[in-house]
């Protein structure tokens, strides 16, 4: 599913419908996707391999809050992919020309049968864990803006990932 050849590029506008149909194709398990107030579209060798959702945040010490990161399940490390990316600061710009503000954080509340999840662990801060249920109910704090520019978050999780 990846070239390291190719460019990624991002959709700051994607279309609530395109986003909509990509999650429910690609989300698995119990999770209904809600709706939110922006989508970012992540492409690679001009197909939509990436998803995220942002809202505004209610309350809270973050600035928005992330809803929505998808990627295809089958596709290994896609999302790790997808949220070196949303670190970037073309994502970070696209926030703050949507919600006419300064974006410096996203909060990402979910679920897990376990105490932290990895995908967001190298990524984000875990601030908030709740036993509930079974599991957990988690919450990460992601940095905006920290990473300079997509070719940057490529190569970040090119080099992660151990690709030439």
Not at 41 to 64: C, K, R
Request: hydrophobic share 35%; aromatic share 12%.
């Amino acid at each position: 599913w990846f070239n390291s050849k190719e460019p990624i590029r991002i959709i700051t506008g994607l279309k609530p419908e395109v986003a909509n149909k990509f999650r429910k194709d690609n989300v698995k398990g119990f999770i209904q996707p809600g709706s939110c107030n922006i989508y970012i579209g992540l492409t690679h060798q001009d197909y939509l391999i990436g998803v995220l959702g942002f809202s505004n945040a209610e309350m809270g010490t973050y600035d928005v809050f992330l809803k929505a990161d998808t990627t295809p399940p089958d596709w290994d490390y896609s999302t790790d992919l997808l949220l070196y990316v949303m670190r970037t600061k073309q994502v970070q710009e696209a926030l703050e020309k949507k919600f006419n503000r300064e974006i410096n954080t996203a909060m990402s509340m979910c679920f897990s049968q376990h105490d932290q999840i990895n995908r967001y662990r190298k990524h984000g801060e875990l601030i908030k864990k709740v036993p509930a249920g079974g599991g957990y109910n988690l919450g990460y704090l992601f940095n905006l803006g920290d990473i300079p520019t997509l070719k940057a978050a490529k190569a970040m999780f090119m080099q992660k990932h151990k690709m030439e």
